[in-house]
């Protein structure tokens, strides 16, 4: 997912547009690291450099530098083209200012529209993993077909489903993916997860499940989105013997949140978990980071 976007000339910003804060890195320590190489490009050329968990992409034109930051797990491939379009609409109706010394007088601030509008282009992956029956096909039904209601009867769900979701997320959109959780389809997780922002962690809030969440799921989330961030749902815990939200998360040393996928009530519980995640306004892990016993 894009994060942010800084457009300099001369030293000077001429515009910028922050969606989601970067907190773990000095962001003007790193435009003026990535803005020097920006400088150095050709016209029209498209590089790249990652630092942690973010990737920054930056362009070159009419002496204007044009970074995005973006998460590093993200496909740089659809935030290229994005960077492309961008700037071509910012010549658009710009570049007759920035051949001048108008540009110094200019409000730059009216392009904020279009780049958010291309941020909202480039759904954000989100994934759902955990043990089959544990309700992540629930969950995804919860959030993207409230009409229908969740459903209350377990059907496998085969290697993985897909859903598109549009709500108070905005400008982003997310794409959802339920990974199938059967054993047998757990190390097929690489060939649909990759380029994925988000992961939630589904637990039935018992004991076995996060043994095998640990032991099973655990390895492919680490290898294959070391840098995407991550949180647990402590599922199922209207059931007899559930344990706590606390309880699942201490065990699985990721932050986990109650949940009840087949109630609709909890829609806008569910709905507001994933905002936080993606606006990172809760707490949550790196992939990387988490411990595998």
């Known amino acids: 997912m894009i994060r942010e976007i800084h457009v300099f000339?001369?030293?000077?910003?001429?515009?910028?547009?922050?969606?989601?804060?970067?907190?773990?890195?000095d962001t003007n320590a790193v435009m003026m690291l990535v803005s020097s190489s920006t400088k150095k490009l050709q016209e029209w050329k498209i590089d790249s450099m990652e630092i942690e968990r973010f990737r920054y992409v930056y362009m070159n034109s009419h002496d204007t530098q044009f970074i995005i930051t973006m998460d590093?797990?993200?496909?740089?491939?659809?935030?290229?083209?994005?960077?492309?379009?961008?700037?071509?609409?910012?010549?658009?109706?710009?570049?007759s200012v920035l051949e001048t010394d108008e540009w110094k007088s200019t409000d730059f601030s009216p392009f904020g529209v279009a780049f958010r509008h291309l941020v909202g282009r480039i759904p954000v992956k989100l994934c759902l993993a955990g043990h089959g029956g544990t309700g992540k096909t629930t969950l995804l039904e919860l959030a993207t077909l409230p009409s229908q209601g969740p459903p209350q009867e377990y059907v496998p769900t085969f290697f993985g489903d897909k859903a598109m979701l549009k709500a108070d997320f905005d400008p982003y959109v997310f794409s959802i993916f339920d990974l199938g959780g059967q054993d047998r389809f757990v190390q097929e997780w690489g060939k649909i997860i990759r380029a994925g922002s988000m992961v939630v962690i589904v637990s039935d809030s018992t004991k076995d499940n996060i043994a095998w969440t640990k032991r099973v799921a655990y390895p492919v989330l680490k290898t294959e989105l070391p840098y995407?961030?991550?949180?647990?749902?402590?599922?199922k815990q209207d059931l007899k013997g559930a344990m706590s939200p606390q309880e699942v998360g201490r065990k699985l040393g990721v932050p986990a949140y109650g949940m009840q996928a087949n109630q609709r009530d909890f829609r806008q519980r569910w709905l507001g978990l994933l905002k936080e995640l993606a606006f990172e306004t809760c707490d949550f892990k790196i992939a990387a980071e988490i411990e595998v016993d």
């Open 9 to 25: 000339k001369d030293g000077q910003t001429l515009f910028e547009d922050v969606i989601v804060p970067n907190r773990d890195l």
């Open 72 to 95: 590093r797990q993200a496909s740089l491939m659809k935030v290229n083209e994005a960077m492309m379009n961008m700037v071509s609409k910012f010549m658009t109706v710009f570049e």
């Open 228 to 235: 995407a961030r991550c949180i647990a749902v402590a599922n």
